[in-house]
């Protein structure tokens, strides 16, 4: 009879570690992404300004698997079941463009929020994959912050909200090129 062995979750995580490394592209080119967003925002009509987030925001995987490849991190290798989770999570997050895109047609305003809010659930699962309270911590305060400015700075939406994603994008970067990385 074949002997199987079976993948501890230690053992997955480690090697999650292993193939991304920090995995600090996506990030670098989300807070990229906004930053661009949030300088167009102060420039660009309500109409402007939300095609240039749609832009920003289409941008961040090609960018990130640009800035993956010349840091060496491998994150696209999909080779254990924390790698399918993590992209499982990222399929879900694409699909709640079905939300934010009839909320943007009614009220063009609500874009920012609904991006901002929606793309960041992501970090929930990489948190827990790499047992790092950031991703919870981004997650969260992210959402709560651009709730809040959306509410405080209506004229300002499409710059304030940005600064939020930022600010929370230079926050995580910090806490991922500091972590303790397993193996």
Known sequence: MPTTTTATLEDLRVEFDRAGGRTLAFPIAGMLAWVVAGLLGTRLTEEGACYALFICNGLIFPVGLGIAKLRGEDVMSATS???????????????????????????????????????????????????????????????????????????????????????????????????????
């Open 81 to 183: 079941e924390l790698d399918r989770l993590f992209g499982r999570s990222l399929v879900m997050v694409n699909l709640v463009w079905l939300i934010a895109i009839p909320f943007w047609l009614v009220m063009p305003s609500s874009l920012p929020l609904s991006i901002a809010v929606l793309s960041g659930l992501h970090w929930i699962v990489y948190g827990w994959i790499v047992q790092h309270p950031i991703g919870m911590f981004h997650a969260v305060a992210r959402a709560v912050l651009a709730v809040v400015c959306w509410f405080v700075f209506p004229d300002y939406r499409f710059v304030v909200i940005p600064i939020v994603v930022v600010v929370m994008y230079a926050v995580t970067i910090y806490a991922l090129a500091t972590r303790k990385l397993r193996g």
